[in-house]
């Protein structure tokens, strides 16, 4: 049982590139997050999607777009990189309606824009 | 408007005692889940524990109990025993509805020290 896969682990990118960092879980669930990580600014949501089809925006959206693709799918993509979204991305997934109400996270991609 | 606030940025704690961690939030749903996260140095995202907003029963997860304060909108993490592997941080989250739309949010985080 994977859970949550997000693929790359880590990425270096120049200023200006784009590049899709890929989410896909296995547990059926509904839900399905993006958030970044910084020191000292805990997990911000970037974008999030409560059933496929459907995508709204969290707390910090500019310079991001998302795709549900379908149910198992979450893809979350940089169109021009810029030096402030260096920073570590997580995505999670959950179904609140279930016996378990948390919300389980991949392991994170570590994106460096130079 | 913040809906988590957690003012503790860093705590210290001696090897076997406890140690409470503070998380305030902030909703006007009546329906909401609150839920705490262990971030290690390893990075990985670890569930502790859950209090639903309906529960009357304050949460318990081995050494991890939820102090759930519903009128004072706080669910602060109590941890027994304080453990050297207990040392990362933690965060704590909050599941509500906007806009018709379930999604989680989270505090800025706390690192526990455990020293020996």
């Known amino acids: 049982n994977a859970g949550v896969t997000q693929t790359p682990k880590f990425q270096v990118l120049k200023t200006g590139q784009s590049m899709t960092l890929q989410c896909a879980q296995d547990m059926n669930h509904n839900s399905m997050y993006w958030y970044r990580q910084d020191p000292g600014m805990g997990l911000r949501l970037i974008y999030y999607s409560a059933s496929e089809g459907t995508t709204d925006k969290g707390e910090v959206p500019n310079g991001y777009n998302v795709s549900r693709l379908n149910k198992r799918e979450f893809s979350l993509r940089l169109e021009s990189a810029a030096p402030s979204q260096t920073s570590v991305y997580f995505c999670?997934?959950?179904?609140?309606?279930?016996?378990?109400?948390?919300?389980?996270f991949g392991q994170g991609t570590r994106l460096t824009v130079v | 408007a913040q809906k988590i606030t957690q003012t503790q940025p860093g705590m210290f704690v001696q090897e076997k005692e406890a140690v409470t961690l503070d998380c305030t939030y902030d909703t006007s749903d009546q329906s909401y889940g609150l839920f705490w996260y262990k971030q290690p140095s390893s990075g990985e995202m670890i569930f502790l524990i859950y209090q639903g907003s309906y529960d009357e029963q304050n949460a318990t997860e081995g050494r991890y109990s939820l102090n759930f304060q519903k009128a004072r909108k706080s669910a602060n993490l109590v941890i027994s025993a304080s453990q050297l592997g207990d040392s990362a941080m933690y965060f704590c989250a909050m599941r509500d509805i906007e806009g018709g739309s379930e999604k989680l949010v989270f505090g800025k985080g706390t690192k526990l020290t455990v020293n020996p």
């Open positions: 999670a997934s959950s179904e609140p309606g279930q016996g378990s109400p948390e919300a389980f």
